[in-house]
């Protein structure tokens, strides 16, 4: 088993759960990026910000996780239903890790597909259910509608553009709320991160951009990317049946 590829899909997949924040009905479905309506910056970049993290609770949306080199989760989900769906596959050393990720009524299931690997859950044919114990930075205990949140006390923030706000974030008060746990935190030279948020003409968060410092050691990435778009898309998931569940 390449323990390379499971280390990274493992921490991939660990940080799809925190970047599932929140968004759904418009009948419209819209897209985020650069081709987004210019924003209103006549608000105050502080409350334009925190409202822009609130309304991901209000409408089911399609997101892309990118973190460069360890590959990029796509999926959707739906806060409203507690409902979501990701996916992934990366590659090293000539092996392929495909990564499947369900949430259903605030339960985590997780898949992998490992070549060579027997092991439940990541054969490529069960699921297994993350508990909801845990400490910070597991799968067990993130409550992915926190993520998001930790733009709430941000600071330094500032218009950077038509649609664009940047400001920094202390990972030393919200690595936690992010699913970070106290020895990820400590491996970073500097806590404190830039972010840059792209926001919509409807106050929506479409980007979110954050690059954390290299630590020798660190499971963290260098830079995370997530891309909020088509708000309104229809999610529907469903868990895992009793017999495709491994056994605790």
């Known amino acids: 088993m390449n323990k390379r590829l499971m280390r990274g899909g493992i921490a991939l997949a660990a940080a799809a759960v925190l970047a599932m924040t929140g968004c759904a009905n418009n009948q419209d479905a819209s897209t985020g990026g ?3 309506a210019a924003a209103d910056t006549s608000k ?3 409350e334009a910000l925190v409202a822009a993290a609130t309304k991901l609770q209000e409408q089911s949306y399609k997101a892309v996780i990118d973190m460069g080199d360890s590959g990029s989760f796509q999926g959707v989900l739906d806060p409203k239903k507690n409902v979501s769906e990701f996916s992934m596959e990366n590659t090293a050393d000539g092996e392929t890790l495909k990564t499947e990720m369900r949430t259903v009524d605030g339960v ?5 597909t490992m070549p060579g690997a027997e092991i439940p859950g990541m054969d490529g044919k069960t699921w297994r259910k993350m508990g909801g114990e845990g400490g910070p930075g597991t799968l067990g205990n993130f409550d992915a509608s926190q993520y998001a949140k930790s733009l709430e006390t941000a600071a330094d923030v500032k218009w950077a553009g038509a649609d ?3 400001g920094t974030i202390d990972l030393a008060k919200t690595g936690k709320q992010m699913g970070l746990g106290a ?3 400590a491996k970073l030279p500097q806590p404190t991160i830039p972010f840059e948020a792209k926001i919509d003409d409807e106050g929506r968060l479409t980007r979110y951009t954050m690059t954390m410092p290299a630590a020798p050691g660190a499971e ?3 830079k995370m990317d997530v891309t909020y778009s088509e708000f309104g898309v229809p999610v529907d998931v469903k868990a ?3 017999n495709e569940l491994a056994k605790e």
């Not at 985590?108 to 992998?112: G, K």
């Open 44 to 46: 105050d970049p502080n």
């Open 34 to 36: 650069d081709t987004q």
């Open 164 to 166: 664009t706000l940047t």
């Open 108 to 112: 985590t299931y997780l898949r992998m």
């Open 240 to 242: 895992p049946a009793a």
């Open 183 to 185: 020895a990820d935190i």
């Open 220 to 222: 963290l990435p260098t």
